[in-house]
Structures are given as structure tokens and as C-alpha cells.
């Protein structure tokens, strides 16, 4: 499942806004975050996958794909690392109170991938709309039948930098 998730900084920290139907149903569950970093021939791309686990073996999840040419995303990515906290801010599509809920994350191993995709970025000329466009093209297809990991293997076979 994938949903729009906008970064956002909520009382100096970092944050992803995200429109569920029910966001009660993830105040107390386990979570966890997880970032990958992706440096294709177009550029570095920064992944995260973030599972809610509401229901268990079949967690909810969002997954995204930052653009590191994208001062925006490079700005938002620094501050993740800095804080060693992301909120995830539950806004409603249906019933019930929006609420923040804060994540703790590796900060230091955020702050290596977003260097390392910062170094390699000035090593390759840098097309971000083209780098986003060649990860779909290659994630979609395997995360649909086999999930966001066997995605980011795939591409990781066919971009393997």
C-alpha cells in the first residue's frame, strides 16, 4: 500500500504527514524505520520504510523515496539524523482525531547514507526526476508481487553502484 506523505518540521522536529482512515489503530503499536540508500547512474536516491505493526506478519506501510539533489529533502534528511527522532503526524480521511506520534530512529546511520548519497551525487551528473523514474521502473513491478524489500533488491541488482 502506498500513501502521500509529506515531509514537514512540527515543533523544530522532522515529520512526515500522513491521511489514514483510522489513525487510532496506530497509537501503541510496534514500529519500525528503516533507510536504504540508492545511487543510480541519474543520482542518490534516499529510501525509508516505515511499518506500523497493527496487524501482525502484515504490517501497515509507507514507503518513500527522496530525491538527494533535492535541497528540500537534504535539509529535512539532516535534521532526521540531528534529532534521532521523526514525527509521524496522523491527519484523518475518515472518523476519529488526527495525533503526532514520534519514532526514534538511527541517527548516525542516517547522517552516513545521506553523506554517502551527498559524495556520490558529486561524483555522477546529477538528473533526479530521471534517478525517481529508473527506481520505480524497476521497484514497482517486483514490490507489487513480493514487498518493498524484494523492490529495493531489485533495483539494487539492476543499479548495483
Not at 124 to 144: C, D, K, N, T, W
Request: aromatic letters at 8%; glycine letters at 8%.
Amino acid at each position: 500500500m502506498s500513501h502521500a506523505v509529506r515531509l514537514a518540521v512540527i515543533d523544530g522536529l522532522p515529520a512526515w504527514q500522513v491521511r489514514v482512515v483510522q489513525p487510532d489503530r496506530f497509537k501503541e503499536v510496534r514500529c519500525t524505520l528503516e533507510p536504504r540508500l540508492f545511487k543510480l547512474p541519474q543520482g542518490a536516491l534516499f529510501a525509508v520504510l516505515l511499518q506500523l505493526f497493527d496487524v501482525p506478519n502484515q504490517p501497515y506501510f509507507i514507503h518513500r523515496v527522496l530525491d538527494l539533489s533535492d535541497p528540500e529533502v537534504v535539509r529535512h534528511l539532516d535534521l532526521c539524523a540531528k534529532s534521532g527522532r521523526l514525527i509521524i503526524a496522523f491527519d484523518t480521511v475518515g472518523e476519529g482525531i488526527g495525533y503526532n506520534r514520534t519514532l526514534p530512529l538511527n541517527g548516525g546511520r542516517w547522517e552516513l547514507l545521506l553523506k554517502d548519497g551527498q559524495a556520490f551525487n558529486g561524483t555522477v551528473s546529477v538528473r533526479g526526476q530521471a534517478a525517481l523514474e529508473s527506481f520505480l521502473e524497476v521497484f514497482m513491478p517486483s514490490s507489487r508481487e513480493r514487498g518493498v524489500r524484494a523492490g529495493w533488491d531489485a533495483v539494487q541488482e539492476r543499479h548495483p553502484l
